[in-house]
């Protein structure tokens, strides 16, 4: 049961543009989020999180929006940079449970 | 580097035999946590470690798995009598806080 998921395998934006991948939970318990980066042959990164008492963080390029009533939140990169292709993915946690659930990931490829 | 390290990188066995993973988390973190993600997939689950006590365990954790994090330092993940389907990137994670994972690099297992 994938309780999270990334429902776009890969995405290709322009250099500057806004970049926009999305994912979708189905377990309401979850109440917090977080979207990690991963370059080939490394670890995932952690980016950024948000907690289910908000609808939007902000750090710096990077804001995650979330929205409880439809169990889907996105990242948003603006403007998007060549540095930032990589597989990004998001991931689910719930207090009182110490493993994160992981989305199968969204490739992002920025073009010059 | 005050990182996630984990020795060795990469793994090439035969199957039937057994490996030890190594993990180093950051060094503040007492939290620990093993990950497996196979091709297209995210990060999987498989145990968790508050200092030196196992608290949790994935059923994706079978008998041939073992998990070790003895004095809440480093921690080993053992493979035994290794099957093809074991190959995989095995991912450790730690933190101080249960949400916010810091990853490792990983290590590739190719059982052959």
């Known amino acids: 049961d994938q309780q999270v998921k990334q429902n776009s395998p890969s995405l290709s934006v322009q250099e500057g543009r806004i970049s926009i991948l999305n994912c979708d939970y189905t377990?309401?318990?979850?109440?917090?989020f977080l979207w990690y980066k991963k370059y080939p042959a490394e670890g995932p990164t952690f980016l950024i999180s948000?907690?289910?008492?908000?609808d939007k963080n902000e750090d710096g390029r990077f804001t995650v929006f979330l929205n409880k009533s439809a169990k889907h939140l996105s990242l948003h990169i603006v403007p998007s940079q060549p540095g930032d292709s990589a597989v990004y993915f998001c991931?689910?946690?719930?207090?009182?449970?110490?493993?994160?659930?992981f989305g199968q990931g969204t490739r992002l490829t920025i073009n010059p | 580097d005050t990182g996630v390290s984990q020795d060795p990188r990469h793994k090439i066995t035969k199957r039937g035999q057994n490996v030890t993973f190594r993990c180093d988390p950051i060094s503040e973190h007492n939290r620990l946590y093993w990950y497996r993600q196979t091709l297209g997939q995210g990060p999987e689950f498989l145990t968790y470690f508050q200092n030196e006590a196992q608290l949790e365990k994935s059923r994706l954790l079978s008998d041939r798995f073992s998990a070790e994090r003895p004095k809440g330092s480093f921690s080993t993940l053992e493979i035994q009598r290794t099957e093809q389907g074991d190959s995989a990137m095995y991912l450790c994670a730690s933190s101080r806080e249960p949400d916010e994972q810091y990853f490792g690099p990983g290590t590739r297992l190719t059982v052959t």
């Open positions: 377990n309401s318990m979850f109440d917090y």
């Open positions: 991931a689910a946690s719930f207090q009182g449970a110490q493993k994160l659930v």
């Open positions: 948000i907690s289910s008492i908000k």
